[in-house]
């Protein structure tokens, strides 16, 4: 089974920091790309930030200069730096893998277009 655990969240007060982690566990052969998404109360869910398996990085205007995602492919584990957090960056923030190739019991290989974590909630305070 293929899941994604992020952890890293909490309170923090407004201007604090936070590292959230999402591993992806399973037999996993690769991970096409990660990245992370928040969802505040009431809103829909937006991208934070992506990273391919190239390295190569994108950050939406939204949290942008103070977010920083990085990854270590070898253990297939996505990191988010994030600092001069805002009350309005309160959100719960999802971990996000696209095309997930995987081996299976039988030595073969499925292939998951997307997965999502279970969500980490962070709360500034003002």
């Known amino acids: 089974q293929v899941q994604l655990v992020e952890s890293g969240g909490g309170l923090v007060q407004a201007g604090g920091s936070l590292r959230l982690s999402c591993a992806a566990s399973?037999?996993?052969?690769?991970?096409?790309?990660m990245g992370w998404y928040r969802q505040g109360s009431g809103k829909q869910r937006e991208l934070v930030a992506g990273?391919?398996?190239?390295?190569?990085?994108m950050y939406a205007d939204s949290m942008k200069g103070r977010v920083t995602i990085s990854a270590d492919n070898a253990k297939n584990t996505v990191f988010l730096e994030m600092s001069s957090l805002k009350p309005e960056d309160t959100a719960v923030y999802y971990c996000?893998?696209?095309?997930?190739?995987?081996?299976?019991?039988?030595?073969?290989?499925?292939?998951?277009?997307?997965?999502w974590g279970q969500g980490t909630l962070v709360t500034v305070s003002s």
């Open positions: 996000n893998a696209v095309r997930v190739v995987v081996g299976t019991i039988n030595g073969q290989l499925d292939t998951y277009a997307e997965l």
């Open positions: 399973g037999s996993i052969v690769s991970i096409n790309a």
């Open positions: 990273i391919t398996s190239g390295g190569s990085t």
